[in-house]
């Protein structure tokens, strides 16, 4: 079965586990949304910068395993530049696609599609869920005006 | 593995509907053993099912092949086990009329259920001078909890009772059932009398006076389609051994706003979400309701007592009792001094059968049967109020499954005519 | 019946007292099965432990010969159930080191335990200004259910700190257990750190100050001789599932005098003594704490698993566990960057030994280790605060049992040197 | 197992059964006890009157099965015009033959020997109990000089 764990770890993903993009923190914080993968341990902390309806800059904290990692890292790198919508709508395909519901991921996030391989282990896909939970909880503060931080996000329910 | 051992039972649906019940009497092995040098006769159902051999094997299988803790590990077992675990919740929640998995929590039984309600939605919500209603029939089970809870807030305990057939006296409902009723607590069949409840009349008043209604359904959910839907119930509490499965497993299930409004009954690992040593966040339901290491065997082995049922079909299992039933209680009443508590009319009643010998005390009913190995019920089957009520101390008590027919029923009248002879009364 | 299942295990014990560890693989079918075309190496007993066959083939036993419910049965099935469910009570209570039969009380596990104290005892006796003491490194089943116990009575929970390599840390212990403590609540053995703690010391000086002490021996009870009465625990909980027996069973053990002065926890059967509509009165103990039909399948397949545990002998299954932690605990620190969390020398402490890689984290370790057949744990094995306390967001654990032995231990230091070239760090 | 069947059923025991003495309520009420059998319903009440430290007359009232029937029949008998002593003494040869601790019924008193086929039956050795269990406690109650009704008297701990 190795072959499935080089599934899940493919090299994408090793590549975003040993050098995660959005380490550098945000000058700005528009949206801050803390989560938690409960049952792993896992800890994230996104921070955004908003500009004109448009995701500025962002910055990812996480404390997690090579999947949580490389999904955060995936996170910075593909919303950067993104509106509000577009951000939701790429979060919403990459849960479908996590949870097998469906797999269009866009040929220009080819590297999301490395996450696949997470759908053979059903509970790393909490892991590999945690940032964009995290930041799409995010959003929706920032959509209802609230500022500040938003409550702990867990991936409890999911999977 | 033995080789004759039929992992499915679809084909045990006789044509017509009907059952074949010595095909089911195959698959439990327990009834294939002599009792006394007989036959085992079993009619104490309404105490624990007894377990066919898939039930029995899906235990085996899960120890041989899959024993991990779940929710917590990254491991292949641990991965199987939480799988398998998960998918039994899905599928009870299919089974009581397709409600929301997060809504079916796993207890260890009946009696935790409504515990669970009592010491969360209840000391939350119970205050003096309120009312929780119960039925004069209930098990201790759902006596006690409210017994305890009303002495405890200052509310009041008011009870519905029985009419002299043992049917629920609804005439002076409105009386009852008031604007201070905060809960109503009833049986949707009761173990002794074998009544079935119209659970979902009651919750109709109920709601219209604002309480909330709990239904105990350890008798109904073996026996009868229960679509909790239409019971009107918002919480609903049933066992698997009762109903083929393990011993150690129940379901509570209740409305997921309720559930997200009352704290958790125990607590420690599995439920939280965050602790740290000032402060705890609950995990979500049907999380926040499951502390520690669940019954995980029993649990995954009460999947194929469920699917057991299914491919009988819960229709069919109530009409074959409907019938068996009936002729039960026609072969009772044809003996001298045999008086039958509850209904007679088998359509509004399961296949537990109270009854009282004039002369002879039910519990030397119960050993004289089992010399002749048949095992019946003797005592106050967790009812003492009712027996007081009904005036009795004890009664036997007869309650039929799937693999009873007439020739059970035949045994039981032979003995107990043999009883009687034996006393000299 | 599989014709090669041996019923004993008195075989099992080597010459010199040593454990003939191939022997005792034989009996554990889970462990012949191989795991993503691999050998398992089960390293995760921690969690769960796996069960022989024996213990397997006591539950088919049970639902095959003897399936009925207990307590309130005159029939031979009834008989022979609740005769073998009080037998496993004389011997869990032999088992503990000789305590009175009456004090052991069945539950569905440590957890539920734990929270039948919390919230009989507890809520009875703790009051606001009071002190509840636990200590950094409790499971959650032993710090949320007296978190919840505090906030509820505005008593203070204290907390006793740690050393660097893991042991308490008593230096100021008079500060902490003092005349306002009422209780104090101490693991007998870390599931993260496998210290074991210094328990009957603590109970001396808790007893001192007039507090009581509950003790969790979920960790404990499996893997050393307990002697309750040694302990000074005037309550002591732990699993059956965790020490080679069924899901979903567990004991709590209590001072008669304190038991016979609480509550009952759950209400229902076959714990009262007489109810009426307006009043009820208690069973006596243990009887009052077991509302409802238990697991009894589990209590009573939880015979066999004292047995096999009595016959390999508890004494040697502690040394085979000092031997194989201390061989387990030198390989992990010749690898570069693993850093051991708890103390090292193996004769303080069980063989639950979490490790963190500096490189890697917990769950690559173990979905990789999986990969290689190795069950391990990695997480924050329900111990939120220790993981906070210790500055890590979760650990990889490996933890040992009677069927582990160095090529377990040679496994899983290959496979995380593989681990390591894996993930190219 | 008719036979054993047999020996739980003695002809003895059937003749208390069905003819019980004691029947008649006592004149003066000195001693008052109910108990009961929970697990399986079975009430008694017993009287007794007693005159200089001797059991003068006693009735029991008993709902129960045969056993604690003939049990409570057999007390009537064999209590009467014995001091509390002896009747304690009694109590506890009784329970300990019902134990099978020793079953030294003094040949007088054969009729008790009958109740011995109840060890075959563990769970009716509670209704053979009952009565007595029940009587000494109304006992000890007198003796301490505590007038009116003992605490209701539990089997449940028995057997
Ligand atoms: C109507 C009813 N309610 C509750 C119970 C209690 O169920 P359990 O003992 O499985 O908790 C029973 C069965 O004993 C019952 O028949
Ligand atoms: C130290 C300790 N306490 C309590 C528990 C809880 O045990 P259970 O989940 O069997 O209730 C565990 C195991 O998970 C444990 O290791």
């Known amino acids: 079965m190795t072959n499935s ?25 528009d949206i801050a949304s803390d989560g938690q993968n409960p049952s792993c341990g896992d800890e994230i902390a996104v921070q955004v910068t908003m500009d004109d309806g448009t995701v500025k800059d962002v910055h990812v904290d996480c404390k997690g395993c090579a999947i949580s990692i490389a999904s955060g890292s995936m996170l910075a790198e593909y919303t950067k530049g993104k509106s509000l919508g577009e ?22 996030l080819e590297d999301l599609d490395a996450l696949k391989g997470v759908r053979k282990f059903p509970v790393r896909i909490k892991c590999a869920l945690l940032a964009w939970m995290t930041l799409v909880e995010g959003l929706k503060n920032y959509e209802n005006g609230k500022t500040g931080q938003t409550p702990l996000v867990s991936t409890e329910d999911e999977s | 593995m033995n080789p004759d051992i039929r992992n499915d039972a679809t084909a045990l649906k006789g044509r017509s509907g009907q059952m074949d019940i010595d095909r089911i009497k195959a698959d439990f092995p327990i009834l294939k053993q002599p009792v006394n040098g007989h036959r085992l006769v079993y009619l104490d159902n309404a105490a624990t099912s007894q377990k066919p051999k898939q039930v029995i094997d899906a235990i085996v299988k899960y120890y041989n092949e899959s024993n991990a803790n779940i929710h917590r590990g990254l491991h292949t077992l641990a991965e199987k086990a939480t799988s398998a675990y998960e998918n039994v919740r899905v599928h009870a929640a299919r089974f009581i009329g397709g409600v929301d998995n997060s809504e079916v929590i796993f207890t260890s039984g009946t009696t935790e259920s409504i515990n669970t309600i009592a010491r969360t939605w209840g000391e939350k919500n119970i ?9 004069e029939m209930e098990h201790h089970a759902n006596l006690v909890p409210w017994l305890v809870l009303s002495q405890n807030t200052g509310a009041t305990l008011r009870r519905i009772s029985l009419t002299p057939d043992g049917q629920l006296d609804l005439t002076n409902i409105n009386d009852i059932i008031t604007a201070r009723t905060r809960l109503v607590a ?51 509490a049933f066992s698997a051994h ?24 125990t607590t420690g690992g599995e439920m939280i979400r965050e602790v740290r040593f000032d402060r705890v966040t609950w995990n979500d339901v049907p999380h926040k309701f499951e502390a520690g290491t669940p019954n995980i065997a029993g649990v995954i082995a009460f999947d194929r007592a469920l699917s057991y049922l299914e491919e009988l079909g819960m229709e069919n299992i109530r009409s074959h009792e409907i019938e068996l039933s009936g002729y039960a209680i026609n072969r009772l009443l044809e003996l001298d001094g045999i008086e039958i508590q509850g209904p007679l009319d088998p359509h509004l009643r399961g296949g537990a059968i109270s009854f009282t010998d004039a002369k002879i005390h039910p519990h030397d009913i119960s050993t004289f049967l089992d010399s002749r190995g048949i095992a019946i019920r003797a005592g106050h089957h967790c009812a003492q109020p009712l027996m007081r009520t009904m005036g009795k101390v004890a009664t036997a008590r007869a309650s039929l499954y799937i693999y009873n027919d007439r ?3 035949d045994a039981l009248i032979d003995a107990l005519k043999e009883t009687r002879r034996y006393f000299g009364v």
């Not at chain 2, 205050?127 to 039925?135: F, L, Q």
């Open chain 1, 87 to 108: 951000v939701k709508q790429l979060a919403d395909t990459v849960k479908k696609m996590l949870k097998g519901e469906g797999d269009e991921i866009p040929p220009e």
């Open chain 2, 127 to 135: 205050r003096s001078g309120d009312e929780i209603v119960i039925t």
């Open chain 2, 242 to 265: 009762k109903m083929l499965g393990p011993t150690g497993v129940g379901v509570l299930w209740g409305r997921k706003t309720l559930l997200e409004d009352i704290p958790p009954f």
């Open chain 2, 186 to 236: 009833v049986a949707h069949m009761s173990n002794v009398l074998g009544t079935i409840n119209p659970v979902a009349d009651i919750a109709e008043l109920a709601h219209r006076r604002g309480a909330i209604v709990l239904v105990d359904g350890a008798q109904a959910a073996p026996h009868m389609p229960v679509d909790i839907k239409q019971t009107g119930a918002d919480f609903y």
């Open chain 2, 407 to 409: 020739m059970d029923i």
């Open chain 1, 5 to 29: 764990l080089d599934e899940l770890y493919r090299e994408i993903i090793l590549d975003h586990y040993r050098s995660p993009r959005g380490k550098k923190p945000v000058d700005k914080v």
